[in-house]
């Protein structure tokens, strides 16, 4: 909320705007489509896994560049209500763990993604380290179920936990990048976290 007392996620910008006019249900399918562009994330043919994938944005583009020889698992506790193509399947579970044996219905993955965010508590700290929790068991599942070679990507606010959330990535994978999308609003703190080339796991 801001100093006025006025939502400044309530109104539509332009993103939002051209998401609904491109039939996607959030805007946040351009921050996808950015660090897609940049790092060269998705290609055709890839086994995709999409963390809280609710409402859908971000399968949906994933979706289309995989390709038809390509599959994604969409996963959340919320119902996602968005239709997609055949090489979509979507799970209503819990998509953080490991004990939810759907995860790995397609596994290995060559993609990870993870947007997830926690509802905000309206305190900053504690909404920072529910931010870096959904970050590392996000981490745990790429860790578990991604494929060597494989890249993830995960949101993270901003914090204290920033180093300790790129170092471990950095153990994982040869190529860690740090991405602010244009499409990130300008009162929001967060970041994305991308590994690139995932290890081979130690023996």
Not at 29 to 39: A, T
Not at 83 to 89: I, L
Not at 111 to 134: C, F, H, N
Request: proline share 6%; hydrophobic share 40%; glycine share 8%.
């Amino acid at each position: 909320m801001s100093a006025k007392g006025k939502n400044p996620y309530r109104k539509p910008d332009t993103f939002t705007k051209a998401a609904k006019a491109q039939g996607f249900p959030a805007r946040s399918v351009f921050k996808l489509e950015e660090i897609d562009r940049r790092v060269r994330l998705l290609r055709p043919g890839q086994r995709v896994l999409d963390l809280g994938a609710a409402p859908g944005s971000w399968s949906m583009y994933a979706a289309q560049k995989i390709g038809s020889k390509g599959h994604l698992l969409a996963v959340d506790l919320s119902e996602i209500r968005q239709a997609f193509g055949p090489n979509v399947t979507v799970v209503r579970g819990d998509a953080l763990s490991l004990a939810n044996d759907a995860l790995a219905l397609f596994a290995p993955y060559d993609v990870v993604l993870s947007d997830m965010a926690p509802a905000t508590t309206g305190s900053k700290a504690a909404d920072q380290w529910r931010s870096y929790e959904l970050f590392d068991r996000a981490l745990s599942v790429a860790e578990a179920l991604g494929a060597p070679g494989s890249a993830f990507v995960g949101k993270l606010f901003m914090s204290e936990e920033f180093q300790k959330a790129r170092e471990r990535l950095r153990s994982l994978y040869d190529e860690v990048r740090v991405i602010r999308p244009e499409g990130t609003r300008s009162v929001s703190s967060e970041v994305f976290l991308v590994g690139l080339a995932r290890k081979q796991p130690s023996p």
